[in-house]
């Protein structure tokens, strides 16, 4: 196989950085990507996409040389890699002031959170003001956010349980905040983990990590102790130190500037929640009904002191609900399933408030004011697809989050790539893909969708997992992409674009309310923790809104409906693609080589099931055979008329006709490079790279030999000596564009007389000289290749002799 012309790598290492398109067959990509992976090269390039394969092993190859090697670099200039990502996208963001996108993709294990983190790092090292307290804090906020929001799960022993979205923001280069959104944390995981899994890592670093006395503090154990945490079977990963990453934890906590009592806080919540999860309760039977008594009381005392809450509500809201009817209390006692269930739902609230406190407040520290006038460079890392051995609500949400971020690639590389061709007139042979549209509308459509029928059902008292399946059936039997069970199972099978899922819709219902009772959320709000109290009442506050009665001017509360988990989640998912499709999008789809988390080990038939569902084989089709570059003709012609180096142009010629000028400068063998559509060019990106090339080196050979030639005349004519006479500078200035042939001339020149009338003017009125500037600006209009450089003549006017200060600067104008 030859090695494709862009890629900058060692040819003799056979096998390519980037795919070839001659020999494009399923096979030859696997093989391709497997024999790189075995000479530990686990990136590769299709296009501008950038495939990268977990190698469950470090490699020394993100270390301040590497930053240094790919910073500035051109995509393709350099071997694959995740920072030539980075750089491409930095730069393209500084160069067209456009917000850029960085989509991570792959499914759970493959390598999502590690990419986000080394790009991160590579911003971080490249930024023009990497040593800030910003950039430290930015980077400190991800493993604060790994430890509350990553476990070990079968596939991945750091597995992100909630999806995030990174804006960094820049200002001139320099990163000035960062923004975290943070979509739908896994809230099950905080009362049940399966066998081989855990809770999220926080708890096990603090009970590692926490002195004696501190855990005394808390009344806190070892963590085998919490019914919480040991259910598992084994609170250690290996290779994992919680100690040490407790250390790390309390570090970030520091750098995002968390007071004292602010992680004192936190540390109750969550030692907290261990004392719900040890609470037990004992079957009472009586003649009528089944109620519960609390077993313990310890745990209670705990949790009454951690919260300041009072011991004998917190009894009540464990053992009976509590509801208000026309002013009358009417408490109802629990059976022991729901006295279970009322306490996981506290435990769950407040673990899961306690995230979104620490999200909002790290936005606080990393977010500030500069937003608006910064251009931004966003990551996404969104969770995996899902597909385990009993599949629920959480897993309908996240593979549905994967199909939209699927539909949002198809859209870029797909869709909107071949109605271009084809709106621009460009001979382009169709390419099929697996187009999943009907699948998010089987999902997600109104009124008929999976999810919209589950909302609908939230509203309906009467309703129940049952009727909701039934509702399924009856709407969606006849479609291809849905299949009812065989048996009667509470089930339903969806054809997802990565394989058909089964899901089991038990509690589909009461997930998708998760409704804290009212009574419980009033509780909470009872704290005498002001953080603790505040968390719950912004919960209490978003479910009431205030309206004005327009008869009576009073202000009426009212109540709306509470939003429904997949409410919530389809609303954010929009609008984060909305966000996203303002941005400049680069892709990195993440491969898992096996499913045994086993180093460098390569299972082709499961590398080669990721390449087929995630369209990557279309995909490397399109961006091969594809000319992912366009540009509009004005901008074309401005970008590259340097390479007519001198030649005429006649001025009757269409702008098509100029470009294709340009383009022949480079000579035949580049023919199957561009295409020349109705209103752009179209290029292959290694082609528009060569003409960057070419071009840059005409620029800067041009604008040495302007800098030599003024150097020269400054000192023939003493021009610094004459700048203080206005006469003089426009003799001179004349003088020199005369002789450099650059007419056009009048503009600077009255643009020059009537700054230098106002310093005068300015002078005449006393006012004061310091810090004056003179700017004599002259544009050079013409269509030698010098067109477009400027010529700035700066005078400092607070100095003592007149040529103390002055500064001659040539610009590229680009
Ligand atoms: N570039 C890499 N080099 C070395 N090891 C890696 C690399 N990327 C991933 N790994 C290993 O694979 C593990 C899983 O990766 P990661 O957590 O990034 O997966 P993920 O795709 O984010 O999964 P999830 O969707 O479950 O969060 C990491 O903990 C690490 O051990």
């Not at 983990?193 to 005394?216: C, S």
């Amino acid at each position: 196989m030859e090695v494709a012309e862009q890629n900058g790598g060692d040819p003799e290492r056979g096998v390519e950085d980037m795919i070839n398109l001659s020999l494009l067959d399923e096979e030859v990509i696997l093989k391709n990507i497997k024999a790189r992976y075995e000479r530990e090269l686990i990136y590769t390039f299709t296009g501008s996409i950038l495939v990268s394969v977990n190698p469950y092993k470090m490699f020394n190859i993100y270390g301040l040389d590497m930053v240094k090697k790919y910073e500035g670099r051109a995509l393709g200039n350099l071997p694959p890699h995740l920072f030539a990502i980075g750089s491409t996208s930095y730069s393209k963001m500084m160069k067209d002031l456009e917000n850029q996108v960085i989509v991570i993709s792959g499914e759970s294990g493959s390598g999502k959170t590690e990419a986000t983190k080394l790009v991160m790092q590579y911003l971080a090292a490249v930024n023009k003001n990497g040593n800030n307290l910003i950039t430290e804090q930015i980077l400190e906020a991800n493993p604060l956010l790994e430890s509350f929001g990553n476990a070990k799960t079968i596939r991945n022993d750091n597995s992100s349980r909630f999806g995030k979205y990174i804006e960094v923001f820049f200002k001139s280069g320099s990163m000035v905040g960062a923004r975290t959104s943070e979509y739908l944390l896994e809230k099950s995981r905080i009362v049940t983990q399966a066998p081989d899994e855990r809770n999220y890592h926080v708890f096990y670093e603090i009970l590692a990590g926490m002195t004696e006395d501190e855990r005394k503090k808390y009344g806190l154990q070892t963590a085998n102790k919490y019914f919480y945490l040991n259910q598992g079977g084994n609170c250690d990963i290996s290779g994992r130190n919680d100690v040490e990453n407790y250390r790390v934890l309390t570090g970030a906590f520091h750098v995002l500037n968390f007071e004292g009592n602010e992680k004192e806080t936190i540390y109750k919540i969550l030692a907290s929640v261990l004392h719900f999860g040890n609470i037990f309760f004992k079957r009472v039977h009586d003649s009528s009904h089944d109620t519960v008594l609390l077993g313990n009381d310890a745990e209670i005392k705990w949790i009454s002191h951690l919260l300041q809450l009072s011991e004998d509500w917190l009894k009540q809201a464990l053992t009976s609900k509590v509801t208000e009817t026309r002013g009358d209390r009417v408490v109802s006692p629990f059976n022991i399933d729901q006295a279970l269930d009322s306490r996981d739902a506290i435990a769950k609230a407040l673990y899961s408030r306690l995230f979104t406190y620490l999200v909002e407040k790290i936005n606080l520290i990393t977010c500030r004011s500069e937003r608006e006038k910064s251009t931004s460079l966003a990551l996404l890392d969104i969770f995996g697809f899902e597909d385990f051995h009993t599949n629920s609500f959480e897993q309908l949400n996240i593979n549905y989050a994967n199909e939209t971020m699927q539909f949002f690639f198809n859209q870029h590389i797909f869709r909107i790539e071949q109605n271009e061709y084809s709106k621009e007139n460009i001979d382009w042979r169709h390419i099929e893909f697996l187009d999943n549209q009907p699948v998010i509308d089987l999902l997600a459509s109104k009124p008929a969708g999976i999810l919209s029928i589950l909302d609908d059902e939230c509203s309906f008292p009467q309703a129940s997992d049952t009727s909701f399946l039934e509702k399924c059936h009856f709407h969606h039997a006849n479609n291809p992409l849905y299949e009812k069970p065989r048996m009667s199972d509470p089930e339903f099978f969806i054809r997802h674009y990565a394989g058909k899922i089964k899901y089991n819709v038990q509690q589909f219902l009461d997930k998708n309310k998760d409704t804290l009772r009212s009574d419980v959320i009033e509780l909470l709000c009872e704290s005498k923790n002001r953080t603790i109290a505040q968390m719950f009442k912004e919960m209490r506050d978003r479910f009431i809104t205030k309206t004005l009665s327009k008869t009576t001017g009073r202000y009426i509360t009212v109540k709306p409906r509470t939003p429904t988990v997949a409410a919530g989640f389809t609303e954010s998912l929009l609008s984060l693609i909305d966000s996203m499709s303002k941005c400049n999008p680069f892709f990195v789809r993440c491969l898992k080589p096996n499913n045994h988390k086993a180093p460098m080990y390569f299972e082709s038939s499961v590398v080669l099931d990721q390449l087929r569902y995630t369209g990557m084989l279309e995909t490397i089709k399109i961006r091969k055979m594809g000319y992912p570059v366009r540009v509009k003709f004005p901008a074309f012609i401005e970008r590259y008329r340097f390479l007519l180096q001198g030649q005429k142009i006649s001025t009757h010629l269409l702008p098509n006709d100029v470009c294709a000028t340009i383009l022949k400068t480079q000579g035949t063998q580049f023919i199957d490079q561009y295409k020349i559509g109705a209103t752009k060019v179209f290029m292959k990106e290694s082609f528009e790279q060569r003409l960057d090339e070419v071009c840059g080196k005409i620029k800067i050979d041009s604008v040495l030999i302007l800098q030599k030639s003024i150097r020269g005349y400054l000192a023939r004519k003493s021009f610094l000596r004459t700048l203080e006479s206005t006469r003089k500078i426009q003799v001179a200035l004349q003088g020199w564009i005369a002789r450099r042939r650059f007419l056009a001339v009048k503009h600077g020149i009255v643009r020059i007389q009537a700054q230098y009338r106002m310093y005068r003017q300015r002078r005449r009125y006393g006012k004061s000289r310091k810090g004056l500037t003179l700017l004599v600006q002259k544009r050079i209009n013409t269509t030698s290749p010098e067109k477009g450089l400027t010529l700035l003549v700066q005078k400092r006017i607070n100095t003592t002799s007149p040529e103390k200060g002055l500064t001659l600067l040539v610009q590229k104008k680009d």
